[in-house]
């Protein structure tokens, strides 16, 4: 959901202040304006970047949910200055293009970083094998002429669909990081951090529960951040309670109470019409291995179709 979503749930159902700053993002991505609070993920930020001081192609490997694109939007943003942020769609060789045709007019005088994100899009949404064969190669043809440098972004259960093609994945192969599940320290520090630095103080007890909630889970950051999120808005003053916590069903079950909730505000015909949108909205994959796809609105909602756009909104 994103952030603004959230927040008008929050006015609807009365809970306090529900127009102050949260300083979690929910299931949206940090961007490079939310570099202060994007913390937690320091040692894999610099694993990042020793990866592409050694290499002019690095990439970022995780599970769905691990963090990759906000460790690419706002971690590297601490330390390194991305000069263009793709993802490849349906038609990865326009965009490439277009981002390295803006990137032609010399801006800055060190080389510029281009960031590859959700690289997994090349099989999920590019249909054509030879346009896939052809981006790959010239990811591989820019960062070996040294117009820039490549990071990209892929799903772990992706990693194995880059086998077929030699030269990309001799170069992914030699130089990547794993990004696995944050450490309990870590954990700690993406609670407790953002909320010193929004002026909030935890009820004692409660970071201990969420992490037990969900240590070990190397999916699971957008899960914690949609709870902290929920907990924020059923917060008692500047604190939040472990009761809250619970209410807002923890990193198990704030998604689907929230999901829920929305749903139940939808009459039928809504309903009906969320229900067609969502089911384009994903791509079905291989091995019970499915992912989002990106459409434009138009092909969503038909021409008068008033259900379909309230259920955009």
Known sequence: MAVESSIRSGEQRGWPNADALCPWKGLDAYSPSDVALFVGRERAVRQVIAAMESSTLAGVIGASGSGKSSLLLAGLSQHA???????????????LREAMARLSVPKVTSCPIVAVDQLEEIFTLCDDETERVAYLDELCDIAESGRARVVVALRSDHYGSCAPYRR????????????????EAELRRIITVPALAAGLTLERGLDDEIIDDVVGESGALPLLSHALRQTWLLRQGDVLTRAAYRQAGGVRGAIARTAEELWIAFPAARQQAARTILTRLAAPGTANVDSSRRVATTELVSAGDVDGEAALR
Do not use: E, K, Y
Not at 176 to 182: D, Q, Y
């Open 81 to 95: 200055l991305v000069s263009a942020v793709i993802r490849p769609g349906p038609n990865p060789l326009q965009r």
């Open 168 to 183: 990309f994945a001799d170069a992914l192969s030699q130089s990547h990081v794993l990004l696995g599940a944050p450490t």
